[in-house]
C-alpha cells in the first residue's frame, strides 16, 4: 500500500516525528530508499526553470533527481565554496546540493562556508547525511546537528541502509512540506511504503544510536589509527572519516589491488565506472566501531606487503602526493 493512505499515529508516522527530535526539525518523511528520498525531493522541489548547483562527486541519487525533474545541473568543483558562489552569481538564486561526508573518498564538506554562500544568496539547500547521520554529531544527529546549522538548511536527506543498517530513506524537513510532500512525490505515490516490522527495527536501532556515545568513540578510535597508518604506507588518501579510499586510477590497476587483498583474506568496495570516472576507480573501506586494533593492524600489514606488487607508488594519487 501506497504512504499516502497512512495517517497520523501510524508507526511510520511515530518513526518519522522521532527522527525529527533527534535531528532538531520539525518533521520528516519516511522513504523505501535514500535513492527514492533524494529523487522524489528533487522531483518535488526543483523544475526546469530552477537552476541546481551540485558539488561534483554528490550522490548518483540527487544527480538524477535533477535529471527527473527537468531543472538544469550547474556542477561546482568539490568543497569549493568559492566556485559555488561565483556560479551563483552568473545563473541566480537556485538549489544547492551536496553530501556532508562524502561516500567515495570519505571527506567532509566545508558545511559552514557552503550554507552560508547558500543563505546569502537565497538558495534551498540541501544536505545529504547518508555517510554521517548515526555516526557524527550529538548523540548521533549528523554533521549538520554538529555545526549548529540545523536552522539553516532546508533538508537533510538520508540513506538509512548505513549506521542504521536497514532498508529505508528519510527526508527531514519542515511539517508543512511533510504534508504534501506523499501527494507530489512519485515515489511516495506509485512504490508501497515500508512493512511493520522494517519500520520497528528502524525504530529499535535510533535507540540505540541515540544511547551508544561509546560507539562512536570506538569507530572515531578505529578510523584515526586506519587513516594514519595507510598514510604512513605512502598510500594518498583525502579521508576525514570511517570511509577510507585506496585511489588506483586506471580500472585495472584497481583490479589488481582488489586480487591481491583478497588474496590475503582483505575485502572492500570496489567502485568504477559509472560510480567513478573510468581513470580514478578505487577501493573503498567502511570502518565499523566493533573492529578491534588487531584486525585492522592486519589490513594495514597487507597494504604494505603489497605496495610494489599492485604498482603503488607509480599510480597517479600517490604521483600526486609527492607534488604536494
Known amino acids: 500500500m501506497s504512504a499516502v493512505f497512512m495517517h497520523e499515529g501510524s508507526e511510520k508516522h511515530c518513526f518519522e516525528q522521532a527522527v525529527a527530535e533527534f535531528t532538531g526539525f520539525e518533521s520528516s518523511v519516511l522513504c523505501q530508499s535514500g535513492w527514492a528520498a533524494n529523487v522524489g525531493l528533487m522531483q518535488v522541489i526543483a523544475d526546469p526553470a530552477t537552476p541546481v548547483y551540485i558539488d561534483f562527486f554528490t550522490h548518483m541519487s540527487l544527480w538524477e533527481g535533477v535529471k527527473i525533474s527537468g531543472a538544469t545541473p550547474y556542477a561546482f568543483r568539490h568543497n569549493e565554496p568559492a566556485h559555488l558562489e561565483r556560479l551563483i552569481n552568473e545563473r541566480g538564486q537556485g538549489i544547492v546540493l551536496l553530501d556532508s561526508l562524502y561516500s567515495t573518498n570519505g571527506d567532509i564538506a566545508p558545511l559552514l562556508d557552503i550554507i552560508d554562500i547558500a543563505n546569502r544568496y537565497g538558495c534551498i539547500s540541501v544536505i545529504d547525511e547518508s555517510h554521517s547521520i548515526g555516526t557524527h554529531g550529538p548523540h548521533g544527529a549528523g554533521l549538520v546537528a554538529s555545526l549548529d546549522l540545523t536552522d539553516k538548511v532546508d533538508f537533510i536527506t538520508a540513506s538509512l541502509a548505513k549506521a542504521f543498517a536497514g532498508r529505508a530513506g528519510i527526508i527531514i524537513c519542515s511539517r508543512k512540506f511533510a504534508k504534501y510532500y506523499p501527494f507530489l512525490a512519485f515515489p511516495a505515490i506509485f512504490s508501497s511504503a515500508l512493512l ?46 570511517q570511509v577510507i579510499a585506496l585511489e588506483g586510477g586506471l580500472e585495472s590497476d584497481t583490479e589488481l589491488l582488489r586480487d591481491a587483498l583478497e588474496e590475503r583474506g582483505v575485502f572492500g568496495s570496489v567502485f568504477m565506472a559509472p560510480a567513478t570516472p573510468k581513470t580514478r576507480s578505487l577501493m573503498r573501506f567502511s570502518l565499523h566501531s566493533g573492529l578491534e586494533k588487531p584486525q585492522l593492524q592486519y589490513v594495514l600489514d597487507v597494504c604494505e606487503a603489497i605496495r610494489d606488487e599492485i604498482g603503488m607508488w607509480n599510480w597517479k594519487s600517490t604521483r600526486r602526493k609527492k607534488n604536494e
Do not use: C, M, P, W
Open 196 to 241: 511493520s516490522y522494517e519500520i520497528a527495527g528502524l525504530q529499535a536501532t535510533l535507540e540505540v544510536i541515540k544511547k551508544d556515545d561509546y560507539r562512536r568513540v570506538n569507530l572515531h578510535h578505529n578510523a584515526e589509527f586506519f587513516r594514519n597508518g595507510i598514510r604512513n604506507l605512502g598510500y594518498n588518501i583525502s579521508s576525514q572519516s
